[in-house]
């Protein structure tokens, strides 16, 4: 099995990180041209988002074709051209697989459509009630039912997402074969590395209507879910040594999660969760406008610290990716300590027990993008929820606000590399942020306290010290209501990890506090004295041996 817990994953959003051949959107060669910055940051494995062929209507989550790349990211030469100048810098590639759906696009949905009773076996098509209505109540992630009515079949298909985004019946062995082939295409081609989309969505338990909730409970996290896994993980990447994976699991638990990442098991490696990522949500509501809750959030992070660490389970550890809005934003503070809390968050993250994961500009600082106008948006979710919000009679402006919170788009927005911009010399696809001029990656070369030599320095601290990789993990000062502490330990060695989140000077005490040294910080000096004070937003980790 590939060691990954010294690892450090970038993820790319291709569309939006670099534009080669001028046609304001990003592509493969852009990724290569940019493998040396990625050299530089020191990162393992870059994880990029799907680039198949695809109508775009959820992002290219809704794919036509899984052993194609889509001409508007390049070909298979630049794909091949990309693994190998990556393998040069020791950086391996990690694919997105996205198995609980095809786009309805594809060519199984289409030959289903025609009638063609095989492929009907590959999707969920099923009658309608007695009266003709929806088999359930279920509601769609992206708004509205899960069901499409089909009139020729006389039956309705399942789509969780987009209704172009129709679901995959994992219970037939011939999908689950032809998924399992299409994982093993790409390891013939060098890919190291998958991260599987929405995968704890795979088992439909009973399509029965849910009187107490929106469907969820009879889909996610179902029994066979795990067994699915292991049959994939046998016929595919677990008979190779060195291949990562990654599981992105939708309202999940630990139990389960330890379940899909314990070594025994033979699933996954890792997986991500969103909980610490709902504590902005106002009763459970992700469209709402709500101070993240900070009592909240340091408790699940604990939870799921131990929580895994108990059950020898492994974390993808984030705060950043394409579906989330930026952290810095969300949870530091982008004005007055836009470097300081762009580091205490980092310095969080990059410390927990689990694999650090960075999303595009994240090691920049970038920030939300705080647009006004509806037409400055281009995701399916944030276009779709704009209007329920307005039919559910919230003003323009809060509806702008909430978008600014919660959009996707925040995310998406492109990659910031010099002064003037550097994503493309064209209009890009997305509006830039106007604070590339001071927020980018030329500035931040330069800048010996900038954003990004932090996170060089956090990277180059898990390759030296086996602590922040294989230490165990333990909550500390639980209650304090504006630090977030644990300590780790390995071996002879502890670390106390410190992070303030707030922008008053808050005063500590730790008793033996002199016997150690400041492994990192975003301050430059301290003074470690029994009775300690923590300025704004201010990390501190401390070692001793
Ligand atoms: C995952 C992806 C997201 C996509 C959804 C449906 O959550 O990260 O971008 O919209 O799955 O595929
Ligand atoms: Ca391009």
Redesign the pocket.
Known sequence: MANFHDKVVYQIYPKSFCDTNHDGLGDIKGVTSKLDYLAYLGVDYLWLNPFFVSPQK??G?DITDYRKIDPAYGTMEDLEELIAEAKKRHIYLMFDM?F??TSTTHDWFKQALTGNEKYQQYYYFVKGKEDGSMPTNWESKFGGPVWQYVEDLDAYYLHL?DPT?ADLNWKNPEVRQELADIVNFWIDKGVKGFRF??INLIDKVAFEDDFEGVGKRFYTDGPLVHSYLHELNRRSFGQHEDIVTVG?MSATSITNCVGYTKPENQELQMTFQFHHLKVDYQNKEKWTHMPFDFQELKQLLNDWQTGMEKGQGWNALFWNC??QPRSVSRFGNDKEYHKESAKMLATVMHMQRGTPYIYQGEEIGMTNNYFTDIHQYRDVESINYYHILKERGLSEEEVQQILQDKSRDNARSPMQWTRDGGFSDVEPWMEMNPNHVTINVEDSIQDADSILHYYRRLIQLRKQYPIISEGSYEPILPDHPSIYAFKRTYQNEVMIVLNHFYDKEVQLSLDGIEDYEVLISNYPSHTLTPKLVLRPYESLVLYKK
Request: hydrophobic share 25%; proline share 0%; aromatic share 16%.
């Open positions: 959820d992002g989550y996205v609980n759906h997402f985004q989309d929405v992105e394409h579906d």
